[in-house]
Structure formats: C-alpha cells, structure tokens
C-alpha cells in the first residue's frame, strides 16, 4: 500500500513551480513595457485573443467535391477527451470563426453582438462554454499571457489596489505620446502580422488613482507609473475575472446593474461620495468580462433597458455604470436564442436597433448520422452504462430517426427521405454525386432548424436504461418504444399531424433494421470460411471456362463438362445481376483477379465487396434450412440443430458486438421473420 508520504512525492515531482511563477508574476510599469517589447501579442484584443485560442488547436481542411470543409480541432475539445466536442457541425462553426476572424482583424464584425441562432438542443450553450474554458486555458499558457494594472497603496507599500476591470496597463500612456511609443515597441516586429496599438482610456477607478498620483507628483508622469504594479491575469469564470454570463431574470427582478455594477453603498460612509469610483462595485457581467468574453443566454429575453446598454457596449465598446462617464470595455460580446424567440425579434419593430447590431449565426440540428450517434455514444457506451449491456444498432436506430425529423422531404422524384439521410452519411446511390447532395441541402431551408432534440433522445435513452431492471441488455426496440411513447405528452410538439409524422418515421426506422438485422443473420449463419472459399472456388472455376469457351472437370466424375449455368446465376442473382449483364460481370470478375495476377497478388474474395455479398447471400440460402432457424418460434430444437444455432449465436458475439441475451433476442427476432415469410408463401 502506497503511504501519504509517497502519494506527496509523486505530486512534488510532477508540480512546475516555474510555471506558477510565469502565471503569478508581479513587475514594474517599465519591465511590462519590456515585455511588450519582446511580445507585442500580450496586448491583444479579446476578439484577437480568442481567434489565436482557436487557432492554437490546428485546422484540418477537407476537400468535398469542389467545396473546402475547415474542421477546427478546437471544438472536438481535445483537453476534456471529447467530453464537450461538437459534431456535425463544420459549416456553422467556420461561420463563426470567420466571424471572430474579421472581428479579430477590425473589419467591423468586433461592433456586432454575435448571435448564435437554433433550436433547442443544437450546441449552442456547449459551442459559447467551449469558447469561455478554452479562453481561461489559453491565458494560462505563455502564449496567450495577458496583464492588468495596480497602484502601490500610499501607506502600505506592500498593498497593491488591482484594477476593478483588469484593463491594459498601456492605457496609462498619455494620448499624445501613443504613437511614438506603439512605433518604438513595434521596433523589430516589422515583419509581424500583430503590431502594438494603444487604444482605450482608464476605467473610473484607474482614472482616479492616475489623476489623484499626477496631483501628488506636480504632474510628473514618469513618478505617477513608478506607483504601478502590473500583474499577470488569469483569466476564471469561477472568479468572475474575465469571462461573464447573464442569464435574464423575470421582469420584477431585472435590474441594470447587474451588468455595469453598482454602488457599495457601506464604502459611502468611507469617502463621502457615491461619485467616489472607490466606492463602486465594478462587478457588473460587462465589467468582469473586460478582456474576455461575456456570454448572454436567452439573449432576446433581455427587458430594453438591458439592450441599451448591450448596444453600446457592442457598437461603441463602451459601458455606462451608474454616477460615472462612459468607460471603455474590450470583450467578446456573444448570446445565444432559439427560433420562437428570434421570431419575435424580427416581427418587433422596436428592436431594430438590435437586429442591425447582431451577426447571426444558425447552429442547426446535426443532419449526419454517423455526427448523431457520437453524440449519444461518448454518454451512453459500455464504459458509462454500469451492468448493462447496449446491443448493436440501439444507438443508430435512436439516431436515425432524431436524423429523420429534421429532414425535409426531397423535392428529387423516387428519393425518400431515408435515402436522403444515406447519401448525408457518405452513403453512394446510383445517378448521385457530391454535387447532386450539395444541391439537396441547398434546397432544404429549414433542414435541421426543426425536428426533434438530441436531450429528448438521451432522455429516452436513459429511460429505457431503468425501465428494464431485469434485462442484462436493451435494444433498439426498447428504445424506439420510449421515443414513440415519450411522444404524447412532447411539450414542445403540439401538432398532432407533426407527432402522427414522427410515428411514421419511427416505422421506417424499425424496417430498416429489420433489414440490418436479417443481413447480420445471415451473414453469421454464411461465416463458414472453408465453405465460403469451396463455393468461391467453384465459381471462378466456372466463369473462367465460360468466359474462355472452355469446360470444367467434374471433380466426383472426372468427365469434362459445360459450365455451370445454374451455379453462376444463383449466385449473381443475390446482387441483382441480370441475365443480360451477366458476361459482363463474368469478365468483370476474371480482368480483376488478371490485374492481381499481374501485381504478384493473390485473388480473395473479401476484396471485391459485390462477389463477397453474393457468396454470403448464397451460402445462406443454402444453409438456412438445415440450421432450421425458424424453429427457435416453435421452441422444438433438435440437439444438432441447437449446436448449429450456437455456432451462429458465437459469430454474432465475437464479429458483431452482441452478448449473450442480445444475440438470442435477434435470432428469435430474425427467426420470427423468417416464419411470417415462411407462411406467407404458403398463403
């Protein structure tokens, strides 16, 4: 057993005491400015600094078709292992980092208030918390080092007053003086993107501090800054240095201060003045996000004397607290609403203003089935699930149709909606390329603004998680069931048409697993290696002596004889091979292996995907009704056939992902089908 003494020298060895050093540094006014001068980045806008943050995490560019995708591994939150990654949503997401891009470069977008705009459930909150952690953790690495300002206490030297709003040391450079000393700390940064620009005035307590020094020292600006201390900040939500949130309250209880501060009304008493700056708390949402970023949630929500005060703060970069002038504020201004709300907005004519001052970016629903399914995945995965086991596609199927919902029907003649979603997925279907599917996307509008929610699926989920104590493993039909149910009392769905639709499409789902199913079945009962390579075998041997007009040794007889005709077409008929195609596939088959042969390689069959399915297909048909599996419905199993059921029930274990329960509940389920198909044709 590892004792205390130990557990804190492992700790003692891993700690970086140089490191707290860098982020707790404390200097004078002069040695900040050398630090300028070493790296004019520490005095970086917000927009500035959180366009490097993203940056910082590398981009992938990836070519579809004629279009360029930029994939920022920012948002795959590599820091927390994926916990908060946002999937699915490249496009929405370049939008926003070109935003903060054009921002970061003063193009105009640092005047707006970026709106980021969807239904519930889209990311929104997630995309805004990923950019408020990742900002704390680029302040903490050298790279995205920033500072703020104090002034040595005039009787205790050893007590520094920080700046309230964490500001820019160099805004204590007089006006007049700016350009000469950007142009000396921009000296030998020529070549930079990033040049030195000093803009901005002291907020009300600095300004006091400045002006109460400059008295004290006969105007001698060089002894004013000896007061200085300057400090690195980290920047915190938890202590509410640097990012802020404000999320609106009931109309009763809104009150402006919340966002640019308020009196203390007990330091009145102190300095005889509410005019006093120290005797004001800058503590307001805009006053602690100075340098960062300020999230609005539900930012439509916000009673109008919130939106002056929004307004300017977007449009001018300026806040104005109770008792004092306007003051300067350097922040990302981000919110976030949802359809119903930004509606309202735009049928308001009193809020024009606003509109003219936002960005709007719509975050939609994910519209990619594989994108859906890490989302409910990295929750529910066998690792998270504690006891249970989740049987294959139960997460694809629940994914599906959330997919479905938020699709729109094609406006393509014989293209249905679950095609669509299969082409979305990188799925090929014949007459369609990249550009066919760019213009199917461009065509629906409203495609992943409706449908239903990710948190209503999870929710589902989880409930049939509990709903079953007694069952080792949950599948698909479990949670299809609590989604169609879970549908009645939907309190954001009152259309009983659009519920009568999500039934409809639970149905579709339900089809294709069932196909999905019945493949995995038959594929486990046609996994016979040596049986698969015999049938194989015998099929090149026959389409090569018809393709060359040669004939076949009969390995029983010995005797030379034609072709195997019926041999061939039963298995091209698996794959929809006509008999009028049939010598082209035939040749199409013997110019493969000739190409391998030529290469020095060895023909396989798994290789060709098409000849692969006809064997498995085939081999199936043939084994099907010795293995018996429609006798699992009559619960009458002979001992051999019990062994051959085993035998598959192995292979859906070991190749498909399946326990023990989960496999006998799809056998009896493919068997079921297998029945109904059996008395039908009797029928």
Same mark, same amino acid.
């Given at each position: 057993m590892v004792s205390g003494s130990e557990i804190v020298s492992i700790i003692s060895q891993r700690q970086d005491r140089e490191q707290f050093r860098r982020k707790n540094w404390i200097g004078t006014f002069e040695e900040y400015l050398e630090l300028v001068r070493d790296d004019p980045k520490?005095?970086?806008?917000?927009?500035?600094?959180?366009?490097?943050?993203? =940056?910082?995490? $590398?981009?992938?560019? !990836?070519?579809?078709? %004629? *279009?360029?995708? &930029?994939?920022?591994r920012f948002f795959d939150d590599? =820091?927390?292992? $994926?916990?908060?990654? !946002?999937?699915?949503? %490249? *496009?929405?997401? &370049?939008?926003?980092?070109?935003?903060?891009?054009?921002?970061?470069?003063?193009?105009?977008?640092?005047?707006?208030?970026?709106?980021?705009?969807g239904p519930v459930g889209s990311s929104k909150s997630t995309i805004v918390r990923l950019l408020k952690q990742g900002l704390q953790r680029y302040s903490e690495t050298d790279e995205g080092a920033l500072y703020t300002l104090g002034w040595v206490d005039e009787e205790d030297p050893s007590e520094v007053h920080w700046c309230p709003m964490n500001e820019e040391p160099l805004h204590l450079i007089p006006e007049r003086f700016r350009e000469d000393v950007a142009a000396s700390l921009n000296t030998g940064h020529e070549e930079d993107d990033f040049k030195v620009r000093i803009r901005g005035e002291l907020d009300?307590?600095?300004?006091?501090?400045?002006?109460?020094r400059l008295k004290k020292y006969d105007g001698d600006w060089t002894r004013v800054v000896q007061d200085v201390r300057v400090k690195r900040v980290i920047l915190s939500e938890k202590d509410r240095v640097g990012i802020g949130t404000f999320q609106p309250k009931d109309e009763k209880n809104q009150d402006a201060t919340?966002?640019?501060?308020?009196?203390?009304?007990?330091?009145?008493?102190?300095?005889?003045?509410?005019?006093?700056?120290?005797?004001?708390?800058?503590?307001?949402?805009?006053?602690?996000?100075?340098?960062?970023?300020?999230?609005?949630?539900?930012?439509?929500?916000?009673?109008?004397?919130?939106?002056y005060d929004l307004l300017g703060a977007s449009q001018e970069h300026r806040i104005k607290p109770k008792k004092f002038a306007q003051t300067d504020i350097d922040e990302v201004i981000i919110g976030h609403t949802n359809e119903p709300e930004y509606r309202r907005l735009k049928n308001n004519e009193f809020m024009e203003a606003l509109r003219d001052r936002t960005v709007k970016i719509d975050i939609p629903y994910v519209t990619t089935l594989e994108h859906e399914k890490h989302i409910y995945e990295k929750d529910y995965n066998q690792d998270t699930v504690k006891g249970k086991h989740?049987?294959?596609?139960t997460i694809e199927m629940a994914a599906m149709w959330a997919i479905l919902t938020r699709l729109e029907e094609p406006k393509h003649a014989g293209l249905s909606r679950l095609q669509k979603l299969k082409l979305y997925n990188g799925k090929s279907l014949p007459g369609f390329t990249e550009e066919n599917i760019a213009e199917l996307r461009d065509q629906a509008h409203n495609e992943g603004l409706v449908g239903i929610s990710p948190r209503y699926v999870q929710d589902k989920i989880s409930n049939a998680l509990v709903a079953h104590p007694d069952a080792r493993s949950i599948n698909p039909f479990m949670v299809?069931?609590?989604?169609?149910?879970?549908?009645?009392?939907?309190?954001?769905?009152?259309?009983?048409?659009?519920?009568?639709?999500?039934?409809?499409?639970?149905?579709?789902?339900?089809?294709?697993?069932?196909n999905i199913v019945k493949l995995e079945v038959q594929r486990a009962i046609a996994a016979d290696e040596d049986a698969l390579m015999r049938l194989c075998g015998n099929y090149i041997d026959n389409i090569k002596a018809y393709t060359q007009r040669e004939k076949v040794k009969n390995p029983f007889t010995g005797q030379y004889e034609e072709p195997d005709e019926r041999l061939m077409r039963s298995i091209e008929e698996k794959i929809d091979i006509p008999d009028s195609r049939k010598d082209d596939f035939r040749r199409e088959i013997m110019n493969y292996i000739g190409a391998l042969s030529i290469d020095g390689k060895k023909f396989d069959y798994k290789t060709n995907e098409?000849?692969?399915?006809?064997?498995?297909?085939?081999?199936?048909?043939?084994?099907?009704?010795?293995?018996?599996?429609?006798?699992?419905v009559s619960n009458v199993i002979d001992a051999d056939t019990q062994k051959k059921i085993d035998v598959v029930k192995g292979r859906l274990i070991r190749d498909y992902g399946y326990d023990d329960e989960s496999a006998t509940d799809v056998?009896?389920?493919?068997?079921?089908?297998f029945a109904r198909g059996d008395t039908k044709e009797k029928n």
């Open positions: 520490v005095t970086r806008t917000a927009y500035q600094r959180i366009y490097d943050m993203i =940056l910082s995490y $590398g981009v992938e560019v !990836v070519t579809k078709g %004629r *279009e360029k995708e &930029h994939q920022y590599p =820091l927390n292992g $994926g916990r908060d990654a !946002v999937y699915g949503l %490249r *496009e929405p997401l &370049h939008n926003l980092v070109n935003a903060l891009k054009s921002a970061a470069y003063e193009y105009g977008i640092e005047k707006r208030v970026l709106l980021l705009h009300p307590f600095c300004r006091f501090m400045y002006q109460q919340e966002l640019t501060g308020d009196i203390n009304y007990r330091k009145i008493a102190v300095y005889g003045s509410d005019s006093d700056p120290r005797a004001f708390n800058f503590d307001g949402e805009f006053n602690v996000a100075n340098r960062g970023i300020v999230e609005f949630v539900e930012v439509l929500k916000l009673d109008v004397a919130f939106l989740i049987a294959p596609h299809l069931n609590e989604l169609e149910n879970g549908l009645k009392h939907h309190s954001l769905i009152n259309d009983e048409e659009l519920k009568q639709e999500y039934r409809d499409l639970l149905g579709v789902v339900k089809e294709e697993y069932e098409r000849l692969n399915k006809a064997l498995e297909l085939k081999l199936f048909e043939d084994q099907k009704d010795s293995i018996k599996l429609t006798s699992l056998l009896n389920y493919v068997a079921s089908i």
